[in-house]
């Protein structure tokens, strides 16, 4: 099926890591025009967008106000508007705390790498939005976010806010700028990728992690990616709003496998 993508100026956040390098990629395939954002990771992006074929490379710490407006800025400049967002960049602490042990440094740090963020991102893609009538916005998770993950209250905590009190605010918001724009969210479960691959090497986390999963195995981050593309396309999900995509291998909240 034609995603429709082909020409479409797509905004990829944290593009330098695992998941975001390959929603870009996916939206590369499908014909779009890119801009890759990224923090510290330069050479990967830049090495990512020559592997492309070329793509806008911007930097800005999205923890920051003033540079999460700078980067749309540019990118307006650079591509001459957005239509679509995959609001991918976040951070997952990798060290487990339990919430009596947390220190309010942590847990403020947490929350601002992920759902002040994703806010932002969200905030300034909006406004381009309000500005041309149309976008597609695709908010990234976690399964975290859904089940609670012990040890990452923090984590927990920003991106249940984000697929949920988020994402069903601005599915109602958009509407009010652009009368068929569209916000979804995809949820991640274990995924291999430069965040989590350390953790994901030990077999007996990988064991003990997938024993909630009906699908025994860790995703690819190319498994996620084809998500976002289907939920930014308004020709595959054009009806489709407000909706929460798990990717996840059927991960549930209780022990499938003894």
């Not at 939206?27 to 954002?37: I, K, N, P, S, T």
């Not at 492309?52 to 407006?69: I, M, N, W």
């Not at 500005?131 to 859904?146: F, K, Y």
């Amino acid at each position: 099926m034609d995603s429709g993508l082909a020409g479409k100026r797509v905004l990829v956040t944290g593009a330098s890591g695992g998941i975001g390098a390959a929603c870009a990629a996916a939206f590369a395939a499908e014909g779009c025009r890119l801009v890759l954002h990224h923090n510290r990771g330069r050479e990967r992006a830049e090495s990512l967008a020559a592997e492309l074929g070329g793509a806008v490379v911007l930097q800005a710490d999205l923890t920051v106000e003033k540079e999460a407006e700078r980067l749309f800025a540019e990118a307006k400049e650079r591509v001459d508007g957005l239509d679509v967002c995959a609001a991918v960049a976040g951070v997952w602490p990798e060290e487990d705390v339990p919430v009596w042990s947390l220190p309010l440094e942590r847990w403020d740090e947490t929350l601002r790498a992920n759902l002040t963020v994703t806010f932002l991102t969200a905030r300034g893609f909006l406004r381009e939005v309000e500005r041309n009538g149309h976008g597609s916005l695709v908010l990234v998770g976690s399964t975290a976010g859904i089940f609670g993950e012990a040890g990452h209250a923090d984590y927990a905590s920003a991106k249940s806010a984000i697929v949920h009190g988020l994402l069903l605010s601005l599915k109602n918001e958009i509407v009010r700028v652009a009368p068929r724009g569209r916000v979804n969210a995809v949820c991640p479960g274990w995924t291999l990728s430069p965040m989590t691959r350390a953790t994901l090497t030990d077999p007996s986390v990988l064991e003990r992690a997938t024993r909630t999963m009906a699908l025994r195995k860790a995703a690819e981050p190319e498994d996620v990616a084809r998500q976002v593309v289907a939920l930014a396309s308004d020709e595959i999900s054009g009806h489709v709003t407000g909706q929460l995509v798990i990717v996840a291998g059927g991960m549930e909240g209780r022990l499938l496998h003894l």
